[in-house]
């Protein structure tokens, strides 16, 4: 049997931040390798890895998923969204099916990828190639105590669409004895906030937009500055209400700066669609964590606020079959904080889960 809990410890210790996973994807690349996969590394340009074991004979192709990256920076990382779990238990899965020889039929592909915090890592995968020949895709995610309990498992995720838009303001700086000189930067943003806060969109749909950041300073406290920045960060369960709110919102902050003879520069940072789940992989998980974990372990589909660059793939490959499990992990006091925390013993339930998905498909 596979050892999931020391492939944690390890992978638990050696945080990278996006794009520069490269000790964690050497580990994962070469242990894949050992297992007897063909191992396919630095796949889309970047650090992201493939093993694949194609049984030869006809049927589908099914890969897993696991991100490998880590938040903060790079001189300070440190895994505090379960990507170090997510890795171990699939890593483990792959190395015992193997040495079971579940794959009977079609293609197996274990995807490592890179870069799911900033949301190019999925997009990089797809461009590399790694979900050309795929059939289905899986994907799995521990989750928050609050959502569901260790020792259970939603068969779908229904993440939002998330990103973030960053607005540059150009005013012309004047001095604070005589402004009718230039154009408040400064002012202009305010004007833009309220602006975006009185947009308003299909209420049938949930969705939130709202400014999180306003920057703006002349240097001196006697200075009407000439220049400010303001972050908004959006949301939404549609990716076509996504679309719109991004057209509206440049819509606004254009027209509100024009108003006082200002400019600004739009940039859309960090877009993630919004969930697009295949009902019948849903059916499928659900059938699999019910054998695997038993009757008493399935909760029903988790709709959650949170953003998740998974979804790239269907978006980009719309024939593609696509599934998500929300793992129950007692995981806290939340994704991302400083000090998140989960119980360890949900990492054999994933590993079952995966092991699962290969049986009931490959098998």
């Known amino acids: 049997m596979a050892d999931v809990q020391k492939h944690f410890e390890y992978l638990h210790t050696i945080p990278e931040v996006g794009m520069q996973e490269y000790k964690t994807s050497a580990y994962l690349a070469d242990a894949l390798e050992k297992a007897g996969y063909t191992v396919e590394r630095n796949v889309g340009g970047a650090t992201g890895v493939v093993g694949v074991w194609d049984s030869g004979v006809p049927g589908p192709a099914l890969g897993l998923r696991a991100d490998m990256d880590a938040l903060g920076t790079p001189e300070h990382a440190a895994h505090l969204c379960g990507h170090d ?201 659900a059938d699999i964590i019910r054998e695997e974990l038993g009757e008493a372990a399935l909760v029903p589909p988790i709709t959650t606020a949170g953003g998740e660059d998974f979804f790239w793939y269907p978006r980009k490959r719309p024939d593609l079959k696509v599934g998500f499990i929300g793992l129950g992990a007692d995981a806290q006091p939340g994704l991302h904080a400083v000090d998140m925390h989960f119980d360890h013993t949900c990492l054999a339930s994933g590993v079952k889960l995966h092991k699962g998905a290969i049986r009931k498909i490959l098998g």
């Open 85 to 285: 779990a997510h890795m171990s238990m699939l890593l483990a899965a792959a190395e015992e099916a193997k040495a079971e020889g579940l794959v009977k039929k079609g293609k197996l592909k274990i995807l490592f990828q890179p870069a799911e915090e900033t949301s190019g890592g999925a997009l990089s995968m797809i461009e590399g190639g790694a979900v050309d020949d795929l059939d289905i895709l899986i994907g799995m995610h521990i989750r928050p105590i609050q959502e569901c309990r260790v020792g259970q498992a939603a068969p779908a995720m229904y993440y939002s669409s998330a990103g973030h838009v960053i607005i540059d303001v150009h005013g012309k700086q004047s001095h604070g004895a005589r402004p009718y000189l230039g154009i408040s930067a400064l002012d202009a943003a305010c004007l833009i906030v309220q602006a975006v806060n009185a947009l308003r969109f299909d209420s049938n749909i949930v969705h939130n937009l709202k400014a999180t950041q306003l920057h703006s300073d002349a240097g001196v406290m006697n200075a009407v500055p000439g220049e400010a920045q303001i972050v908004f960060d959006l949301r939404s369960q549609d990716n076509d209400l996504m679309d719109t709110m991004l057209a509206e919102l440049r819509r606004a902050a254009e027209n509100t700066a024009a108003a006082v003879g200002a400019s600004i520069d739009f940039r859309v940072h960090n877009i993630t669609p919004a969930s697009i789940i295949t009902p019948e992989v849903t059916n499928l998980i």
